[in-house]
């Protein structure tokens, strides 16, 4: 599948959800992401084309808790049940 993307250049996608791995690719050759899913298909890991990661945890009721970038602060999220309200680094 390609999709436009902001700039009009196009993007192709490639992978399966259900075997958790979907990689972007953008017009350049080494411009490509790769997206890591749990069986939940809640997003784990991004890996971009830099090297660049991003990791994901998750509470067991399924929200999002805590997001970091390789060697960067944690952010974790605060909810007030269902309602998201914020992060704090």
């Not at 899913?37 to 890996?47: A, G």
Request: proline share 1%; aromatic share 6%.
């Amino acid at each position: 599948m390609r999709v436009p993307t902001k700039s009009g250049h196009r993007s192709g996608w490639e992978g399966s959800v259900v075997a958790g791995v979907v990689r972007e690719r953008s017009n350049r050759a080494d411009n490509l992401t790769t997206y890591l899913f749990d069986n939940e298909n809640r997003l784990k890991t991004m890996t971009s084309s830099d090297n660049t990661i991003m990791t994901s945890t998750y509470s067991g009721d399924g929200l999002r808790r805590s997001a970091q970038q390789q060697g960067q602060t944690v952010h974790t999220m605060i909810w007030d049940g269902s309602d998201y309200l914020g992060e704090v680094h």
